[in-house]
């Protein structure tokens, strides 16, 4: 099955060599949709576990300090896909998902512990616990949708814990080339695992994605870029905490990097040709070798050459996003260095918090690095279709589209990156226009401080018990004052832990410190996580700004979120 793997890969890659660059047009079609989004999701997610896992069993046998949050980041993914399994067939299927998954990953724990006791008999208890798991992994989702035959799914468990297993015996042996090529088919492999269950899953509820614009030709597109974008961005931070550590495999981590521009180059390549292909690996491989000099002068302890390696990442952005806005009209270069910006910063503060020995937040920054890339990937993924329409099922107008952020967000400072438009992260909110508005028009002007609780609706002050605060650069507002001034109701279930919020239309659901949400019962993902002060739920501007069509501007510290009905 491992080369139906590389296989299907290989096709998603080749869905782009079928582009001409000829007009360019209007899309009729889209990346976005039910279907598209749900099979973006599980990819993701279960794309994270098997490098966390590779990771976490990596940490564990060297006895290193950070092993514990690696072992928590693996955890938290499995949260982020009991809460997939959950919303789609029910809280008790998810709580059931969680434990059966979970033992799976206590029997890598044990096998690693075994490693290292040099104990053959726990070794082979391990192994034969784990391929009871499969079998009850397999019935779990066999007995869930009757498009899954649980034999196949066996097959494919059983890959997956081979791979993991291969991975850590080639990395125990000191055969690091192994080692990080099986860490790559274990990676690539998990999303052949999410592409069968997100098919069996529409399948099983065709209601929920009838009228869905995305055609399988889209969808390949978005899914192949994601795959290596997301990539790229664990395997940096992987090979940077190699580098600082002078670990023997640093080699090898930066080899897979290095495979890993290969790829997304040939992507490009495939797209707007062989010498925008190179001319791409040039400019991306140079950021590259930026973050390998942040490493070596932080180990110098040189803050000259430091920001020397920033300076250079800072023209960089410039320098990549003008390349892909030239190449493509309906990328705009200003949202394209906003959203490299977010890529570079979140890359350094996993390093510096690593280096810090704060472990909680390098691994929290690396797992929002991850999830950032799969949205760089949407957007241009989307931006490729509405280039080049005819190509994914659509028909071409002979005019240029830019894609809409569902909201205008324009900063007027660098505290809050508003980044480019994260397509997945809407859910299908629609929010009236004014084109659809009646002749009386109204518009409603919300305005928080951060660090204040008093804020203003048109022009009146009122009174919060909680603050608006930043938080890993982001601004993030209370929830319930949003809530209260849009006429939707918000409820806490205690039990869940979740925060409910119903429009009238629709229905989101919120889980503090958890990047993941519902919309009318169907997970989404966010690249900022909800998080919870003073008892209160608060959420990111920019994810309101996109989520209910507000316009949203930033001023010294004061949010403003306006919206004309």
């Known amino acids: 099955m491992f080369k139906s793997v590389l296989s299907k890969i290989s096709i998603l890659l080749m869905a782009v060599v079928l582009i001409i660059p000829t007009t360019v047009g209007a899309a009729a079609t889209t990346t976005k949709g039910a279907g598209a989004d749900l099979r973006s999701a599980l990819g993701q997610i279960l794309g994270e576990h098997a490098l966390l896992a590779i990771i976490a069993m990596q940490k564990g046998i060297d006895g290193k300090a950070d ?19 959950a919303s789609v067939y029910g809280a008790s299927a998810g709580e059931a998902f969680k434990k059966i998954w979970s033992s799976h990953i206590g029997y890598f724990v044990d096998y690693v512990k075994a490693t290292a006791a040099n104990d053959s008999a726990a070794k082979q208890k391990a192994k034969d616990e784990l391929a009871e798991y499969k079998v009850t992994q397999a019935k779990f989702f066999a007995d869930a949708n009757p498009n899954l035959q649980q034999a196949a799914l066996e097959a494919g468990l059983t890959e997956h814990i081979n791979m993991l297993l291969t991975a850590f015996d080639a990395y125990v042996a000191k055969d690091y080339t192994k080692a990080y090529d099986t860490a790559d088919q274990a990676y690539k492999h998990m999303f052949m695992f999410g592409d069968i269950l997100s098919a069996a899953i529409e399948k099983q509820f065709p209601n929920k994605f009838t009228g869905d614009m995305s055609t399988m030709q889209a969808s390949d597109l978005r899914s192949a870029l994601g795959i290596i974008l997301g990539e ?3 395997l940096a931070v992987w090979a940077m905490q190699k580098g600082i550590d002078g670990a023997p495999d640093f080699n090898q981590a930066a080899g897979l990097l290095n495979k890993n521009t290969d790829e997304l180059s040939a992507a490009v390549a495939s797209v707007y040709g062989q010498a925008a292909g190179d001319a791409f690996k040039t400019i991306w491989s140079s950021h590259i070798g ?29 320098t990549q996003a003008k390349f892909f806005a030239d190449a493509n009209p309906n990328l705009p270069q200003s949202a394209l260095e906003a959203g490299l910006a977010e890529h570079i910063n979140m890359l350094l503060m996993a390093f510096d918090d690593y280096v810090a020995k704060d472990y909680a937040k390098a691994y929290s920054q690396e797992r929002m690095a991850y999830a950032h890339m799969f949205m760089f990937g949407d957007i241009l993924s989307e931006a490729i279709v509405m280039q080049y329409p005819e190509k994914f099922g659509g028909t071409s107008s002979g005019g240029s589209t830019t894609p809409s952020t569902g909201g205008t967000t324009t900063p007027s400072t660098g505290t809050d990156h508003s980044g480019m438009n994260h397509g997945g992260t809407t859910g299908g909110m629609n929010g009236t226009t004014s084109a659809d508005a009646s002749p009386e028009l109204q518009t409603k002007v919300i305005q928080f401080t951060v660090g204040s609780k008093m804020y203003m609706v048109n022009g009146e002050s009122m009174g919060m018990t909680t603050k608006p605060v930043m938080y890993n650069g982001r601004t993030y507002i209370p929830l319930r004052y949003l809530a209260a001034n849009i006429g939707a109701k918000i409820s806490f279930d205690n039990k869940m832990k979740s925060t409910t919020l119903n429009t009238g239309s629709d229905v989101l659901e919120f889980w503090n410190n958890s990047r993941r949400y519902k919309i009318n019962n169907m997970l989404m993902m966010t690249d ?8 209160r739920t608060l959420v990111p501007v920019r994810f309101v700004a996109e989520t209910f069509d507000w316009n949203v501007t930033y001023n010294n510290g004061m949010i403003t979120l306006s919206k004309t009905y």
């Not at 938290?76 to 997939?84: E, G, K, Q, V, W």
């Not at 930026?290 to 800072?314: C, P, R, S």
């Open 290 to 318: 930026y973050f390998v000099d942040y490493v070596k002068a932080t180990a110098a302890k040189d803050d000259a050459a430091k920001q020397k390696a920033k300076d250079e990442l800072a023209e960089y952005k410039v």
């Open 232 to 234: 790229h961005a664990t």
């Open 67 to 85: 092993f514990d949050q690696a072992a928590a980041a693996l955890n938290a993914n499995t949260d982020d896909l009991s809460a997939a399994v």
């Open 528 to 535: 900022s996580m909800t998080i919870s002060r003073d008892g």
